[in-house]
């Protein structure tokens, strides 16, 4: 899936355009405020001690619980529909895409060109920011893998 990443991204957003366009206040409200949650959690993982500690031992938590936050001020707000359906629609159309493409050896290249650190995707800085480091991604893709192989 590092493959395709940027596409996903570009697709994510265009579909986000078009939401925003629709209804632009209730998708700046949600795009404000959940931006507002993500920087302020990229804040306290960098300058709060007990917050980086957290961000390392449990990182699918604090990324839940930043999901959660951010529902629960969008619903304060009233604009969580708007922006739900602009945020869950591109996942949806992902997770298809994901599910349906075959794998091939450009693809396996670009990941390992990745992993090295040679290059650097657009989803790639944002999972370094949330300590979504590659490896373990990896370790999932290929224990998943291996498992469909046998």
Partial sequence: ??????NYFAAAVVIFLIVGFLNPFGMFLGG??????????????ENQAMVKNFKKK???VFVGCVMVT???????????LVFMF??????????????????????KMENKIEGVGLKKTPMGIIMDLLDQQEEKMNKIQDFLESKMKD
């Fill in 58 to 60: 449990n990182p699918s």
């Fill in 1 to 6: 899936m590092m493959y395709y990443q940027t």
């Fill in 32 to 45: 404000a405020v959940v931006a507002l949650v993500f920087m302020g959690s990229v804040w306290a993982g």
């Fill in 86 to 107: 602009g945020i869950t629609f591109p996942l949806l159309l992902i997770l298809i895409h994901a599910s349906l493409r075959l794998r091939n050896m450009k693809n």
């Fill in 70 to 80: 951010s529902y629960f001020l969008l619903s304060l707000c009233g604009g969580i």
